[in-house]
């Protein structure tokens, strides 16, 4: 057996693997006289068919399957042994036919093509500094969170007229372009938030009415989206197109949000007993919580930045021919050429981040160690636990839990993508210039949104 190399460019090679008889004669032997020993064949008793009719019936079928053990074993012997880094795995070369004779066997050969990984040359933003935008954590962001856990851990409670952060119960009719009602329209009862409406017209024209009260409306004025829409009216998200911009709301209650009182009671609740006894305690803590929170999301700018620049200013060239007819091949789905097409840009750049994710690991040494991959699924774990109000379990019972998401292909892989970010992230920090920028919470939401 032998496997010769053919470069055909910088990007793609072939490997030919030449097979002999000594290379697959006793396996296929072996394999049709076990065939012998179990074929049912009319006429003769078992283990006494004889082997020239088994030949006949099963000798090509062995023959290709054991080939292919050989040529698969042969290539990927020959691509670890000489450290070739591939892209996907090596396919049969399309416009070469395999040597050899099925039908009198002796000598074959076996054409595949492997795709190169390509050398990197990577470059990280060195000149100027990247910037690095943090939150600016003032009394106006920390009274709106103090007010949303208020809010949370508030009652409603009736009220006489409508106000700015009320709740409205209505009936909704629609109605005719001349704001009479629509025979066989729809009439529907639902619930809106006067603080989230977006409009002011309608806004105002709401603010100060009574039970009782009729007001003609757009629903879109009163909802949010299309869905928030066919949800408030009761219908589908398809039916809105049908849907008159005029209905009659009849205000049927107003319900107002009276918010929870700063006390002990509200402190032990939040943070659990005796944690924070005082409201000076409780500035510092939703302080510090959000500046935790707001650090992940400052990373992940960062990392967005980087993703971007290391994108635009790394050269990568891919095989694009070879790689089209890999997905063709290794597809488990059937997929045409055209479909490949269509997705290929998606591929492409998502192959580009992963070569160049790779070589920063390997440049810097940087790896996923078991114990760690288990550690940070049991930390995800535990965070799912706390989000429901729940203590963790024991550690045994917690790594059970955490065995069973990494035997999941899909659950492993996210798992494992997010440690390499979080690795990746860490490594940007320690190598790249930053320029730490403190900004609005709304600057912020819109440099992340971006």
């Known amino acids: 057996m032998n496997v010769i190399r053919e470069d055909i460019n910088a990007q793609t090679a072939i490997l030919k693997v030449q097979v002999s008889p000594a290379d697959y004669q006793s396996k296929v032997a072996t394999t049709l006289d076990k065939y012998r020993k179990t074929a049912k064949i009319p006429g003769f008793r078992p283990g006494k068919v004889p082997m020239g009719m088994i030949q006949k019936q099963y000798g090509k079928a062995v023959l290709a399957e054991e080939l292919n053990k050989i040529v698969n074993d042969s290539l990927y012997s020959y691509v670890n042994e000489q450290k070739i880094e591939i892209l996907g795995n090596p396919i049969p070369k399309e416009d070469i036919e395999v040597k050899g004779d099925f039908n009198a066997p002796t000598e074959f050969e076996f054409a595949y093509e492997i795709g190169l990984t390509p050398k990197i040359d990577l470059k990280l933003p060195a000149k100027e500094k990247v910037d690095y935008y943090k939150v600016k954590i003032d009394d106006t962001l920390v009274n709106k969170q103090i007010d949303d856990l208020r809010r949370r851990y508030g009652k409603l409670v009736g009220s006489d007229a409508v106000g700015d952060n009320d709740l409205i119960m209505a009936q909704f009719v629609e109605l005719n372009d001349d704001e009479t009602i629509k025979e066989g329209g729809i009439m529907h009862s639902s619930t809106i938030s006067v603080e989230f409406l977006e409009d002011a017209k309608t806004k105002k024209a709401l603010t100060g009415k009574v039970v009782g009260d009729k007001i003609v409306v757009d629903p879109s004025k009163v909802s ?29 209650e107003i319900r ?48 967005n930045t980087m993703y971007k620049s290391l994108m635009d200013n790394t050269k990568v060239e891919l095989p694009s021919d070879f ?26 750049k ?22 760690e991959v288990l550690e940070f699924t049991k930390g995800l774990l535990i965070n799912q636990y706390a989000q429901y109000g729940l203590p963790a379990p024991a550690d045994k019972e917690l790594t059970d839990a955490a ?37 609005s919470y709304d600057e912020f939401v819109e440099i992340a949104s971006k």
């Open 350 to 371: 998502g192959m580009k981040w992963q070569l160049i994710q790779g070589h920063i690991f390997k440049a810097n040494d940087l790896k996923l160690e078991q114990n």
């Open 323 to 348: 790689l089209k007819r890999w997905i063709k091949l290794s597809n488990e789905k059937p997929i045409t050429l055209e479909e490949i097409e269509e997705q290929f840009e998606g591929y492409e």
């Open 256 to 303: 107002h949000m009276e918010m929870a009182e700063l006390n002990q009671e509200l402190f032990d609740k939040l943070f659990g007993e005796g944690t924070i006894t005082s409201e000076k305690e409780l500035r510092e803590r939703i302080s510090k919580d959000l500046e935790n929170m707001f650090a992940n999301d400052s990373d992940r700018i960062l990392m």
């Open 224 to 252: 949010r989206g299309e869905k928030d829409t066919a949800a408030m009216l009761g219908i589908t998200e398809e039916q809105l197109k049908d849907v008159s911009d005029k209905f009659q709301m009849t205000i049927n």
């Open 403 to 439: 065995a069973r998401v990494l035997s999941n292909k899909d659950e492993a892989n996210r798992v494992y993508d997010m440690i390499a970010e979080v690795k990746l992230t860490d490594y940007f920090k320690n190598t790249v210039k930053l320029n730490e920028k403190m900004v």
